[in-house]
Every structure is written in C-alpha cells, then in structure tokens.
C-alpha cells in the first residue's frame, strides 16, 4: 500500500459535539437509504447498486431496540466485528454514475456497548479496518482485492463500483440485477474483539468519512454524490470461531445507508433503547 502524497487535504473537520453524535445516531436508526441527514427534504441520492430489489435491505434500514432479539438462536455469542460497505448509488436501471477520481477516506472503527453488569458504557475496541471487494449482492461470497489505500493520520481509502476502482474491484460479475450489471461493492471489517453478548444493552459502531480525490485536488467526481455507506456490527461465537453460513454468527444491525460528501460525517449503527431510554447517551468517539 502506498501514502497518497499528492492528497493534500487536512482532517480538520473532525471535532464533532456530543449533540451532533445523538442527532446521527437518531438519523442512521431506520429509514430511506441514500438521503440526506443536512437536507431530507431532497430526494434519495440513490440506493445499494447491484442489490436486488428483493432484498429488504436495499431502499432503507430498521435497526431494533432489543438486542438479544438480533442474536437469538446463533448459541453463546463472546465476539463481535465491526463492519462498513461502500456502494455506488443507482436510482434505477443504468443509473450508475462515472466518478473515478473520487475516494471515500475512512477512520478508525469504533464499538462501544452498555453493560448491563457495569451499567455503564464500554468501549470494546477501536480499530482500523481492511477488507475486500465483495460482489454487490454478495451471491456465494464472490469476492476480489480492494482498491484500498494508506491515506495521512492513519486513515485508508477507497474506491468500488463498476468503472470506479482499479483492477477486479472495478468490475463486473457478469450477472445483472433491475438496476444493471452487479459490480462489486467495498466490504470493510476490523479484527473480532472480545464481547459478552448476553450482557450488552446497547451498542454502537461509529465510523467517520469523507470523499477525497484519486489525484490532485479537483472534488468534481465527489460532488457527484455517487457513492454511499454504512456500518454495522456482527456476532460470533468466539474471536476464532470458523465462518459456518451463518449457523453461530450472523449480523447484529446495519445503519442506514447515507450520501458521502466532502465534509467529515459519522457513520453509525446503533442497536438499544430508542433515545437512550433507561441509559445514559453513549460517549462521543475521538477518531
């Protein structure tokens, strides 16, 4: 992985207040993908590319209140991972939009949880992420190498979506879906940490974005608004327990899907007491 020298953008923009993590947290809860939490009146910018209609994850997000609901049936869970996808954004068939110079810069990832036995929040972990290109619809788990590079402060960034990335990550699978061919999509994940499951309340996964340029300092392919992300959490049995389709792991939440811009956002994904009923708000990640 190479520094991108020639990015010459700073990472001010990254104080963020406490009430600005509530208000986004609230926002990325449930709702339509692809609209915006600094205008909601404008229409969705687009949703998931490649993702079947079918799919109930595809025009918006539902977060749950109860987290055991979400990990029910999978047995004793004591690990989870964080995760983020970024997607191109279609509004219909052959919507996609061309916007090659433009890279999502990401944070760290962080989780924090309530503990039921400490009453209190916990932070499990914070952590940068790596990943793949995984199939948009993600049939058979087809993945390939991302287009994924080391930015300044720590971060990485990256590009996906058909005619958008280098190499395979910017290719088809050959299969086509109502909004076109299904290209491939960046599915980004830490390493598993250590979790109780049976004693969490609440949590929540936070991660801060922006888009950058490829090269140089031209922001026209970002100010295409042809891209969107999310983050979310997922369970497993133990930190080295094997991927077995889903039988004792699985997907806790998924934050709503929302337009990345040029300005530093947080993503996140909260799973608990909707407006922190009975809890206190958790604490404001420093990226």
């Known amino acids: 992985m190479m520094v991108n020298a020639q990015n010459t953008f700073s990472s001010a923009g990254l104080t963020?207040?406490?009430?600005?993590?509530?208000?986004?947290?609230?926002?990325?809860?449930?709702?339509?993908?692809?609209k915006s939490p600094s205008n909601p009146s404008?229409?969705?910018?687009?949703?998931?590319?490649?993702?079947?209609?079918?799919?109930?994850?595809?025009?918006?997000?539902?977060?749950n209140e109860n987290v055991a609901d979400d990990i029910a049936g999978r047995g004793l869970q004591l690990a989870g991972a964080g995760y983020d996808q970024v997607y191109n954004a279609c509004t219909g068939p052959n919507t996609r939009k061309s916007m090659p110079n433009?890279?999502?810069?990401?944070?760290?990832?962080?989780?924090d949880y309530y503990?039921?036995?400490?009453?209190?929040?916990v932070r499990a972990v914070k952590q940068a992420v790596s990943g793949a290109a995984f199939?948009?619809?993600?049939?058979?788990?087809?993945?390939?190498?991302?287009?994924?590079?080391?930015?300044?402060?720590?971060?990485?960034?990256?590009?996906?979506?058909?005619?958008?990335?280098a190499d395979n990550a910017g290719g088809t699978t050959g299969r086509s879906v109502e909004d076109g061919p299904v290209g491939y999509n960046f599915h980004g994940f830490a390493d598993r940490f250590n979790i109780t499951w049976s004693d969490v309340k609440a949590v929540v996964v936070s991660q801060a974005m922006r888009c950058i340029p490829h090269q140089g300092t031209d922001l026209n392919d970002c100010k295409k608004f042809g891209y969107i992300a999310n983050v979310g959490i997922d369970s497993w049995a133990t930190t080295t327990s094997p991927f077995d389709g889903f039988v004792?792991?699985?997907?806790?939440?998924?934050?709503?899907?929302?337009?990345?811009t040029?300005?530093?956002?947080?993503?996140?994904?909260?799973?608990?007491?909707k407006g922190f009923t009975g809890i206190t708000p958790p604490p404001m990640p420093q990226f």
């Open 16 to 34: 963020f207040t406490p009430p600005q993590y509530q208000a986004t947290i609230n926002w990325d809860f449930a709702g339509e993908n692809g």
């Open 115 to 121: 503990s039921i036995s400490q009453n209190t929040w």
């Open 248 to 260: 004792t792991h699985g997907g806790v939440s998924g934050g709503r899907f929302k337009p990345v």
């Open 42 to 63: 404008l229409p969705s910018v687009g949703y998931p590319c490649g993702v079947p209609n079918g799919y109930g994850w595809k025009f918006g997000m539902s977060s």
């Open 102 to 111: 433009a890279r999502i810069e990401l944070t760290d990832i962080v989780v």
């Open 262 to 273: 040029t300005d530093w956002q947080i993503f996140t994904n909260y799973t608990g007491p």
């Open 135 to 165: 199939a948009e619809e993600f049939v058979n788990n087809q993945a390939t190498g991302a287009d994924y590079r080391d930015e300044a402060q720590g971060h990485k960034s990256v590009r996906s979506g058909i005619g958008n990335a």
